[in-house]
C-alpha cells in the first residue's frame, strides 16, 4: 500500500503563488505515477496533471499549462505542484494520487491510492 500526505495549501491572492507537496511513503516500489487533481464545490474531481516518478516526464490539463509545474524529487520520495498566476477560479481541494501503471492516465478511477488533499484558495 501507498500512503500519501499533501501540504502546502492556504489563501493567497490572484497573481500570487503557491507550492503543494505530496509526500509518498509506504510501498513506493507500486508507486509509478504521482497526480494532482482538484475538485471545487459542486464540480468534479478533475485532473491537473501528472509526473512519471521514474523519469519525470509530466503532462499537464489546458487549465495549468503555462502556470503550473509539476516535479518529484525521489531521494525525499516527493512530489510537487508549483502554482504561479493563480486564478480565484483555481479555488479547490487538491489531491495528490498514485497510479501503480506507470503510464499518465487523467481519469480519477485509474489511480490506486490518495491523499487526504489541501485546500486552495485564491482571493480576487
Known amino acids: 500500500q501507498v500512503q500519501l500526505a499533501e501540504s502546502g495549501g492556504g489563501l493567497v491572492q490572484a497573481g500570487g503563488s503557491l507550492r503543494l507537496s505530496c509526500a509518498v511513503s509506504g510501498r513506493t516500489l507500486y508507486h509509478g505515477v504521482s497526480g494532482w487533481f482538484r475538485q471545487a464545490p459542486g464540480k468534479e474531481r478533475e485532473f491537473v496533471g501528472a509526473?512519471?516518478?521514474?523519469?519525470?516526464?509530466?503532462s499537464y490539463a489546458d487549465s495549468a499549462k503555462g502556470r503550473f509545474t509539476i516535479s518529484r524529487d525521489k531521494a525525499k520520495s516527493t512530489a510537487y505542484l508549483q502554482m504561479n498566476n493563480l486564478k480565484p477560479e483555481d479555488t479547490a481541494l487538491y489531491y495528490c494520487a498514485s497510479r501503480r501503471q506507470a503510464t499518465i492516465s487523467t481519469r480519477p478511477e485509474s489511480y490506486d491510492y490518495w491523499g487526504q488533499g489541501t485546500q486552495v484558495t485564491v482571493s480576487s
Open positions: 509526473i512519471l516518478w521514474n523519469s519525470g516526464a509530466t
